[in-house]
């Protein structure tokens, strides 16, 4: 190579030098990153915010806002069967949330403290429910009632959502009672409280906010789940997931757009108590077992 | 009471659930695949085989071949998408982070049918898009976003996103960014960076992800009902359809069992690193 050839590159090469240097600081400062995000919000939303709107809209189409109008949540909230499809969906979510929160609890507590063969066997069957498809759930507890002869009801429907809530509040409270300082628990213990005192005590009021930010997730999962009701379910009153099923299938229409944003406002309402009681009560940790830091 | 005597206790409650509610009637699901139905349309224990020959049949295998291409199709969709996502907040959302993930993951905590209705509202024939196509004069006879493929991988990514970024953010939050300056001050160009400090630190998050994204997309049924036809029906819509419309129900249970089975691979996978995650935090 002569070196003339290299008296010509040079500058390029410190051309292409300057470039990288700049392109480095670019990838610090983001821009593509950030432009990415936004769009991604964007469209995770928008549809959300397009079915609030159109909610308020005076005449029935979806192409024209026409003004504003509450006609569609009148027709959902005096429409009788629409009304017990409601009561029948929180009901759902509250027997769920309390007996799914008393198991979830307690085998939480089984599998931090026990030690044997079960136990860890436990661990992972615990798991199982958490992965398996929905319309599995829905089906394999659908054939049960069926052998055993129980007519499908609202209670069919709550023991097939307990069934499967239980892991999630096992999984949240485990984190926390993993966690916990057993110091104070034996010198309970040692100073002849007996065990049921130690866990009413000391253990339960440490697990507080953990329990409840699992029984409110639990509530809005078995509120808002379609599949496993859709096969539990009997003929009357149906959930409201359900119930809005049967709707879309016969064409999309505004009294939808009411039911689904208010569905909308009661999951909000009920995460956002999830996220922020724990804080109130001066505990931070369960939010990283909420954003699923412990799942993962 | 011994304390570990008094722990076994406290498992009776919740492992008889699940024993009785859970486990048993995957048995039953089993059992009642071999059956057949009598004329009422009852099923009845025998031993039939031949369910599960029919699962395979050339008429039903499209349809599983479907499902696998479709939930695999979400999974990468899912990943492209959300990685950028998760590696944006993790590195650079500073004391903004908790929040900005809550941001990100709240929509996808409404209800999957009203969310999946809503591009249905937006898609559909006489919906917004095409209101909107129409008012501009861009096209006469409107365009056909529903009924097609793209539309039912569009509604699962749209419906399972948030199993994807959770586990993507958990990972790549844990990853110190000073690893990634260090690997910069080496020398390292940026795909060696990569390859050699993020990826690592984000394979955990990445593999549970991709299964967490893809077992409840290979089972879902509400997308390729709402936003497919019969053209684009996944092994769910076949499922709930034996179950619910055609009263078949040994062919639906052999259906789930033939999926239940698939899908163990991927649960093991999954269980495994779970199971591991939590020895971690545990130790």
Not at chain 1, 49 to 57: D, E, G, Q, R
Not at chain 1, 156 to 163: C, G, K, N, Y
Not at chain 1, 165 to 190: H, K, P, Y
Not at chain 2, 46 to 56: I, L
Request: aromatic share 12%; net charge positive.
């Amino acid at each position: 190579m002569s070196t003339q050839g290299w008296a010509e590159r040079l500058p390029v090469l410190g051309r292409r030098a300057t470039r990288r240097r700049r392109r480095r600081r670019g990838f610090d400062r983001p821009r593509f990153l950030r432009a990415f995000f936004w769009i991604f919000m964007f469209f995770t939303f928008a549809p959300l915010a397009i079915v609030a709107l159109f909610s308020f809209n005076s005449t029935p189409s979806l192409q024209q806002f026409d003004g504003f109008s509450l006609q569609w949540y009148d027709e959902f909230l005096s429409s009788a069967t629409l009304r017990e499809s409601l009561m029948a969906s929180v009901e759902i979510g509250l027997v769920t949330m309390v007996v799914g929160t008393v198991l979830g609890t307690t085998l939480a507590f089984a599998l931090v403290r026990a030690r044997s063969r079960v136990a860890q066997a436990s661990n992972l069957v615990m798991l199982i429910p958490l992965v398996t498809p929905e319309i599995v759930a829905g089906a394999s507890a659908l054939v049960l009632f069926a052998q055993i002869g129980i007519e499908l009801s609202l209670a069919t429907i709550m023991i097939a959502e307990i069934t499967f809530s239980i892991s999630f509040v096992t999984v949240i409270v485990r984190a926390r009672l993993s966690a916990l300082n057993r110091e104070v628990e034996e010198a309970a213990l040692d100073l002849g409280a007996t065990r049921m005192q130690t866990i009413r005590l000391i253990v339960l009021p440490a697990l507080w906010p953990a329990i409840l930010a699992a029984g409110l997730l639990i509530f809005a999962l078995s509120f808002d789940d379609f599949v496993i009701a859709f096969f539990t379910t009997g003929e009357s009153p149906t959930p409201l997931p359900v119930q809005i099923y049967s709707s879309i299938r016969f064409g999309v229409r505004p009294t939808i757009n009411a039911i689904g944003t208010s569905m909308l406002l009661i999951s909000f309402l009920i995460l956002a108590v999830a996220v922020l009681l724990p804080r109130l009560l001066g505990r931070r940790e369960e939010e990283n077992v909420l954003i699923g830091r412990d799942a993962a | 009471m011994s304390e570990n005597r008094f722990a076994h206790l406290m498992l009776l409650p919740a492992g008889l659930w699940l024993l009785l509610l859970f486990l048993a009637p995957l048995g039953i699901v089993f059992a009642v695949s071999l059956g057949a139905t009598d004329p009422l349309y009852q099923a009845v224990y025998g031993w039939n085989p031949g369910n599960f020959v029919d699962v395979f049949d050339p008429l039903f295998a499209p349809v599983l071949l479907r499902s696998v291409g479709f939930a695999l199709a979400t999974v990468v969709l899912c990943l492209l998408i959300g990685y950028p996502i998760a590696y944006y907040i993790a590195r650079f959302g500073g004391r903004w982070k908790t929040l900005l993930i809550a941001v990100v993951v709240l929509p996808f905590l409404v209800n999957y049918l009203v969310r999946t209705y809503a591009w249905v509202a937006i898609l559909s024939d006489e919906g917004l898009v095409n209101g909107i196509l129409d008012t501009l004069k861009l096209s006469e006879t409107g365009v056909q976003f529903v009924n097609t493929p793209y539309a039912v991988i569009g509604g699962l990514v749209y419906g399972y996103l948030a199993f994807m970024i959770l586990p993507l953010y958990a990972a790549l939050d844990r990853m110190d960014p000073s690893l990634i300056e260090a690997g910069k001050d080496l020398y390292g160009s940026r795909w060696q960076t990569f390859w050699h400090v993020t990826w690592p630190a984000a394979f955990q998050g990445v593999a549970a992800g991709c299964v967490l994204v893809f077992l409840p997309a290979v089972g879902d049924f509400i997308s390729a009902q709402l936003l497919g036809g019969p053209g684009t029906y996944m092994v769910g819509n076949l499922i709930q359809q034996q179950f619910l419309e055609a009263q078949n129900w040994p062919f639906g249970a052999a259906l789930t069992a033939v999926m239940m089975a698939f899908l163990l691979i991927w649960m093991s996978i999954y269980l495994r690193s779970a199971a591991r995650a939590s020895r971690e935090a545990r130790a």
